[in-house]
């Protein structure tokens, strides 16, 4: 049989001693050239696997030989009509023999493969993974990895690895949107640890809230994998584990990108330091459209008397749902008497003053129909919330209804002094000028969330308009809505924020979510 095969390999040009026209398999059989030179290897020697793979081979070979000498003589245009339609048909099935013979040697490969990797014989391995009709499997991917490095450039390898690390990453995005977080982080990291950069971020994302050390390294991976989305996460984890300088570095790189939300950690960077260079980075944050920065910029316009610049930024603050934004747009287009703008900033927000504000609107028929009972639940809802003139407001108003409306507002109003009890019971109290000095007293908290302080840190800009310190605050994410229950702590922290000048806040500390059944 070896000297058979000497015979056949120049005819595959697999000696490289020089091609002839007649030499190259026919196009439909070129698909087999790469399979057919590894054969020969294992038949002539030069390379092994096991015995059984040689007499497949073999047959392989031959089959391979017949079906292309029969295309030589479909090609060779000597053949008559008859007998030329019977050598198509022939050629046909001689294709569908060598088809068959390869699946049935492929398979053998790939059972001689995965004995390789019980015997740890590394060369062999390599052979038989490189044999075209040997399709790469999980089995193979673990043993090269088991081998790193060995394996860390090769192309099905990595081929593999992306294709498996893309459908694990989606396993675990679909888990996440079930809400089984800890689940998704396992897919993620799987996903990760095969060099997927997107789940390295979901990972990293899903340990903020646990282990920043873990979430730090791999919103790294996913950095340094071209997810840029990461510069501003680390940026923040540097900066909560006392990193200033790294911190910094992201977070210019974040905003090297217009990314406002890094630009505005910048501002805030940079706002005790060098006010100046931080006005110009929340002036960069408001422009590339963050809510926050929109409205403390429009503080610092309307201090410079650049008042319709601020107003323009105010409005666009207003549009993304920034409450504090809505709230002074509200009373800035009440003390002009523009009712139905205020009317429609001021429903936009749950603050005591918004609350306030509405009551008067609908007590006077302002910016919208004039209504008693909404004027009466509008300002009890502002009393609940600490606005004390509400209360005389509240008996004002209720002189005015009739007594049908007096019974349904009275009864309106005992569900809500009940809802509220059970609200305080639960949570907290509201919390007063008064309240917010008792050591130890339990206080519900309602309002947006700041960017973290010193870690786990936030400030909450109340909608009652206070703004609260709340220590070692769970769960919490910047620049959203919170209901938390909190204990105060009887003291103040100084802090500056937002443009304004420092001030003593009522420092908390944080306990639960409020919820009620």
């Known amino acids: 049989m070896r ?53 497949e081979c073999d ?45 049935q040697l492929s398979r053998s490969i790939k059972k001689a493969t995965l004995q390789t990797i019980k015997d740890d014989d590394v060369e062999r391995f390599k052979r038989g993974i490189a044999f075209p009709g040997n399709k790469f499997i999980t089995p193979y991917y673990k043993y090269m990895r088991s081998k790193a490095p060995l394996f860390d450039k090769n192309k099905q390898y990595l081929d593999f690895q992306k294709k498996m690390g893309k459908k694990l990453a989606i396993k675990g995005q679909q888990l996440l949107q079930q809400g089984k977080e800890k689940k998704a982080l396992e897919y993620f990291i799987k996903a990760a640890k095969m060099g997927n950069a997107q789940a390295a971020r979901s990972a990293g994302i899903l340990y903020e809230k646990s282990d920043k050390e873990l979430a730090l390294k791999w919103h790294q991976q996913a950095a340094d994998g071209g997810i840029k989305a990461s510069y501003l996460n680390l940026g923040r984890l540097n900066e909560d584990l006392g990193e200033k300088e790294t911190a910094l570095k992201w977070y210019l790189k974040a905003a090297a990108l217009n990314d406002p939300k890094a630009q505005y950690q910048l501002y805030l960077f940079h706002l005790k330091s060098n006010k100046d260079e931080a006005i110009g980075w929340l002036d960069k944050a408001a422009t590339n459209g963050y809510a926050p920065a929109q409205y403390h910029y429009a503080r610092v316009l309307i201090d410079e008397g650049q008042t319709d610049k601020a107003i323009d930024l105010l409005h666009q603050a207003s549009q993304k749902n ?67 003139e509400a209360k005389a407001d509240m008996k004002r108003v209720n002189a005015l209804l009739s007594k049908v409306q007096q019974e349904r507002a009275a009864e309106q109003q005992r ?22 000095k008792k050591k130890e007293l339990l206080i519900h908290l309602t309002g947006t969330a700041s960017q973290p302080i010193d870690g786990r840190n936030y400030i909450i800009y109340g909608d009652d308009g206070g703004d609260y310190f709340v220590l070692n605050a769970k769960g919490i994410r910047p620049d959203t809505k919170v209901d938390i229950s909190v204990r105060a702590k009887g003291s103040t922290a100084a802090i500056e924020s937002g443009g304004d000048e420092e001030s003593d806040i009522y420092q908390f500390t944080y306990l639960k979510e409020c919820v009620v059944e």
């Open 3 to 55: 000297l058979y095969l000497l015979g056949l390999i120049p005819l595959l040009f697999l000696l490289g001693c020089g091609a002839s026209p007649d030499a190259t398999l026919a196009p439909k059989l070129s698909q087999y050239t790469t399979a057919a030179q590894q054969c020969s290897d294992f038949l002539d020697g030069k390379a092994e696997l096991t015995n059984t793979i040689e007499k």
């Open 415 to 436: 569900e809500y002094i009940e809802k509220m009890a059970a609200m305080v019971k639960e949570c907290g109290e509201i919390p007063t000028a008064e309240n917010v």
């Open 322 to 388: 920034y409450t504090k934004a809505s709230d002074y747009l509200g009373q800035y287009y009440y003390d002009l008497k523009l009712y139905k703008r205020a009317f429609t900033l001021l429903s936009q927000s749950k603050s005591a003053d918004a609350f306030y504000l509405l009551a008067k609107m609908f007590e006077e028929g302002a910016g919208t129909k004039q209504d008693y009972n909404q004027a009466f639940s509008y300002y009890g809802r502002a009393a609940s919330l600490g606005k004390k």
């Open 59 to 103: 047959e392989f070979l031959d089959r391979l030989e017949t079906a292309n000498e029969t295309a030589k003589k479909l090609n060779s245009k000597k053949l008559k009509k008859g007998a030329y339609q019977q050598t198509k048909l022939e050629y046909a099935r001689q294709r569908n023999k060598v088809k068959s013979v390869y699946a």
